[in-house]
């Protein structure tokens, strides 16, 4: 539940964000929500929940542009 208010706050803020900015905080808010319910049982901090989410999404995506990048 943690997670869902402090990505609700986050989402908010993101709005009032200009342009490109706020395409990249929601994708950010998105980010934190993917993995919240699994977090949520593994730690007692919501900001922690959501942040090790958000990494975990950021070096997955980092992997997967690594494999469409021709050498």
Known sequence: ???RILTARWEQAARSLPGK?????LRV?????RHSSE?????DDPLEAALF???LEMVK????GRRHVDP
């Open 53 to 55: 989410s958000v990494l």
């Open 29 to 33: 808010v998105e980010m934190a929500r």
């Open 39 to 43: 977090c949520f049982y593994a730690f």
């Open 61 to 64: 995506e980092r992997v997967v």
């Open 21 to 25: 900015d706020r395409e990249h905080a």
């Open 1 to 3: 539940m943690g997670v």
